[in-house]
DNA sequence: TACAGGGTAGTGGTCTGACCACTCAAGAAT
DNA sequence: ATTCTTGAGTGGTCAGACCACTACCCTGTA
């Protein structure tokens, strides 16, 4: 099954094959992996192959290397990847606006799971986050939402907006202005209320504004 | 300048200098860029490192390397991206129930992108669709949904969404049954009706259809 | 002149073997 | 018991050699 095809790019097959030996290893996040040598020796080829594959994974931000002491599964936080992506892509316009959107569309979904289920907009977790706004106490946009995707619960939605939120041009690491306190706050109010469609047109609000406003910095 | 800080991966740096080579070289999308050779005299280091560099490029899908051709500046359209990450994910396959979920989110989200814009849902391909289903002709679930994906114009949702399909427990590539032509017959009208709500709801029970038949078919 | 063919230089793909720098821990010296 | 030395193992890098493939020039032919 897997090698039927030797296309052209070993190395290709490189990281899949790896992919097959971590899990076979049962190795975990942070566990050692097999040395470069063993892992040439192991898939029969040559330890430059090997490490061109690694090498990718890394800029992946999959794994970790450390000299002088091994290869570890890597956890899943810092993607260099992100810096190296934004100036080679992010200047191409089609690419940036499906970005947005895709995360849009998470977000969103997310939203509508968790105001359609009641066990969930009752968590305790929203009204902390709505005290906050109301005493003007400083909410990073990111943590809100990330709130919404965890509980939503669906982990690969989540591991797919953490990704294009590295690449989204949204400030999102920013605390919220204002203005933005308002309608987070009415979001949070909506979905609790479990009245979804109403949370949706506030968190499309929301966005506009937070546009609104970045399209204002960049004029001065 | 460059070397200021030389940190221990090499690799890393390159890849940083070889942006800015091409910076220089004002080389557009698929622009020929120099051997990988002559990068490594350039620059100072050997060809395995410089490789090392440009396979990471490869696999952010940022460049494309041809055998015997040479390295071409890449059209973003194609990475490698999703699939790598994707294949790591799902080798913690605590849910095929997130990716059923995940796939569905795409799916409603380009029907309601379709239904809420005059401009798509006025398009003849929709009409198409339903006089194949009205005349009892063969539909393949795959095709319609595939095709409302792509009218709806994102790219990356797109290729998420083709991923998703192929760990999908969901018999995509069978033809519909009798009731499953009325309902999708139902979303199609909806959809172009512009009533987005209802197009989702159809959608809904469609799915619940296709499982409820897929359930029967297992206990047999 | 126009065309077909072969040859060749250049390219990426891979392997090998050799160093280097670094980490860690076992064992030696105190 | 503590400290120091040393060596094995690791990733990082390099140089050189092939291979497979592609493009293109340069023949020889029609």
Not at 32 to 38: F, G
Not at 100 to 121: C, M, P, Q, S, Y
Request: glycine share 6%; proline share 3%; hydrophobic share 40%.
């Amino acid at each position: 099954m897997e090698n039927s095809r030797p296309s052209s790019k070993r190395f290709l097959d490189i990281v899949s094959d790896l992919r097959t030996i971590f899990k076979e290893e049962g190795a975990g996040i942070g566990d050692k992996l097999p040395s470069e040598r063993v892992l040439a020796d192991r898939l029969q080829v040559g330890r430059s192959t090997i490490r061109e594959a690694l090498r990718s994974l890394e800029l992946l931000g999959l794994i970790e290397t450390r000299r002088g002491e091994g290869t570890f599964l890597a956890d899943y936080k810092k993607h260099q990847l992100v810096e190296i992506l934004s100036t080679f892509i992010m200047q191409h316009p089609q690419s940036i606006r499906d970005v947005d959107r895709t995360r849009k569309i998470h977000e969103v979904a997310a939203i509508e799971l968790v105001a359609n289920h009641a066990e969930l907009r009752a968590l305790p977790v929203w009204e902390s986050f709505l005290s906050k706004l109301e005493e003007a106490e400083p909410v990073i946009r990111e943590d809100l939402l990330q709130e919404i995707l965890v509980v939503a619960g669906n982990r690969l939605s989540l591991k797919i907006w953490f990704l294009l939120k590295q690449y989204s041009r949204v400030p999102f690491h920013e605390a919220m202005t204002e203005n933005e306190r308002e309608m987070a706050s009415n979001l949070l109010k909506n979905m609790r209320a479990g009245n979804g469609q109403q949370a949706v047109a506030d968190y499309a609000g929301w966005l506009e504004l937070v546009n609104e406003e970045r399209r204002g910095e960049l004029e001065c």
